[in-house]
Every structure is written in C-alpha cells, then in structure tokens.
C-alpha cells in the first residue's frame, strides 16, 4: 500500500515520497508533508531556475535562493518563474 500525505501545496491526500529527500528536519518535514507529485513538480522547476538563471550549486547565495523559491513552491505561495520559459501547449 503506498503511503499518503496531506499535502501542503495541494491542500489534499495525495501518494507521499519514498524517503526524506534530504536528511534532517527539512528532509522529514517535506517527506511527512509533501506529495510525491508536489516534489516531482518542484525538481522539475528548479532545474529550469538553475539552468535559466545560470545559477552555480557552489554559490551559497544560490542554494539559499533555491531553498527560498522551494519553500515557496511547496507551500502554494507566489514564488518565481524561469524568464523565457514557455509551457509546452498539449
């Protein structure tokens, strides 16, 4: 049986991670509170902001941006969008 999670961006039960995606606090809290959809959604937006915004993982100032817009996205908030990025139309 896959376990559920209330998300917290979606706002419903949804199928929750097989894991902590990091370890520690934050890894437990996204893991008991964060769909597997939601998280999939976000590594997918946050490699159109690295690749967009040229950012560098070395760079502090970048992680913590992207820890930032990761909050953001997670909770439903308004958070960033890639400048050039158009959706594919289905």
């Known amino acids: 049986m896959t376990r559920t999670v209330f998300c ?3 706002q419903q039960e949804l199928e ?3 894991k902590a995606p990091y370890p ?3 890894g437990e809290d996204i893991y008991n509170n964060v769909s597997k959809r939601a998280w999939e959604e976000w590594q997918t937006h946050q490699t159109r902001l690295i690749n967009e915004k040229h950012l560098t993982m070395t760079d502090p100032a970048a992680r913590k941006y992207l820890m930032e817009q990761m909050g953001k996205f997670l909770s439903g908030e308004d958070f960033d969008q890639a400048e050039g990025y158009v959706p594919e139309q289905k």
Do not use: E, F, H, T
């Open 24 to 26: 520690g606090p934050k």
């Open 16 to 18: 929750g991670l097989d």
């Open 8 to 10: 917290r961006k979606y």
